[in-house]
């Protein structure tokens, strides 16, 4: 019997640890769906800065797109300038889809999901991204940006 008492009383302690970190995990994908809504809309604006705000702003942030990998946060702004801001680019409207969220540590979180751009000339490049994210000071940030698609 004593046992049995020892047992409930821990298995009832460990319900609100339990849920306190459900709610902790649901907390930070709903700040980073959050981010990346931000970030969508940025894009939908044409506010290439206000995109690169949901990135860590160092010199060690990657992204990697098709067989181009690009260092640097300054390297990954100028990449989104020369391809969508140029003479005769276009930026088109982006959105995220089917977003998985996992977190792996409290400063740390993985995300895939799919990409679509709707270009004024009909047409629509899209594809498939992965993103690592670490929570900094100033939130959650995007370290490593993989992206793939068809044009």
Known sequence: MRKLSLL???S????????????????????IRDMLQQQAAAWNRH????????????PKLTFFS?????????AT????????????????????????VEQLGPDSAF?????HLTMPDGKEPHGLFTLILRKLPEGWRIIHDHSSGVN
Request: net charge negative; hydrophobic share 40%.
């Open 47 to 58: 506010d290439l800065e206000a995109v690169m705000a949901a990135y860590w702003n160092s």
């Open 66 to 74: 098709g067989a181009t990998a690009t260092t640097g946060w300054a």
């Open 111 to 115: 995300v895939r999901g799919h990409w």
């Open 8 to 10: 409930l009383i821990i």
């Open 12 to 31: 009832l302690a460990a319900v609100p640890l339990l849920a306190q970190k459900s709610g902790s995990s649901q907390n930070t994908e709903t700040q």
């Open 77 to 100: 702004l100028e990449r989104y300038r020369q391809r969508y801001q140029s003479s005769g680019a276009d930026m088109g409207k982006l959105d995220f889809s089917e977003l998985v």
